[in-house]
């Protein structure tokens, strides 16, 4: 592998990040944190405990995964598609650079700068919340697995896009939805049990659950399951990521 090629690309993308700090980290965490004050504040008054966890506290991980999902998508796919839009992926496609290299600078400079978001909101939330993780380990591993997942995705979509406009498709009309109804705010548990099952057949349930559990030990899954969904997602964006550069699929137009 050309490390330098690597390490080339993904400074130049995590320096974009600094170059627009307001809206890749500041905006993001204020938009965050009014979910704390809204939610875990206004609402979390009138809420008992859930699984005796103080509402603003359990909705910690699912706030937490919301940026992180959405984010990752985003900045994977502005990532990708900017070079096709001024031209400077052919560029890109005829250096000594190979596709490997291209998905490993783009996606982990994508999963990096979610992953510090992730993280500042993790840190801004103790500003709210009293705050435990019970799985340090399982955390930081959910954390990465889900940033570099959705970052896979953020480039399948960035490769599909033809239009600044069908960026903000998927992470604004299918994952943030996705993610509200996944949990975040609440347990599925108190669902009645059609609508309990409904919820299983949506695949952020499973990242928000692993998740939380990593925090405070409670699941609406089971961790072996969520970690299960979590491992065939990620492989399934590789193999879509794969198919791409095999076939060419939009990667000069």
Known sequence: ????????????????????????????????????????AAIGSRIAQIDGISYGAFIVPGLIMLSLLTQSVSNASFGIYFPKFTGTIYELLSA??????IVV???????????????IILATA???VPLRIDHPVWMVLFLLLTAVTFSLLGFII???ADGFEKLQ?????????????????????ILPPFWRTVALLNPVVYLISGFRWSFY???????????????????????????????GYRLKT
């Open 96 to 101: 000594p650079v190979s596709y490997l290299e």
């Open 1 to 40: 592998m050309n490390l330098y090629a690597v390490r080339a690309i993904y400074l130049f993308e995590m320096a974009r990040t600094w170059r627009t700090l307001m809206q890749s980290v500041i905006s993001p965490v204020i938009s965050t944190s009014l979910y704390f004050v809204v939610f875990g």
């Open 169 to 189: 498709v998927v992470p604004l009309l299918i994952i943030t939805p996705l993610t509200f109804l996944g949990g975040s705010f609440y347990s599925i548990h």
């Open 105 to 119: 600078s783009y996606v982990g400079a994508a999963a990096t700068k979610s992953i510090i978001l992730g993280l």
């Open 158 to 160: 960035g490769i599909w």
């Open 126 to 128: 103790t500003l709210f």
């Open 217 to 247: 030990g409670i699941a609406d899954v089971s961790i072996g399951i969520s970690l299960g969904m979590t491992l065939v997602f990620l492989a399934v964006f590789l193999a879509v990521v794969a198919w791409i550069f095999k076939t």
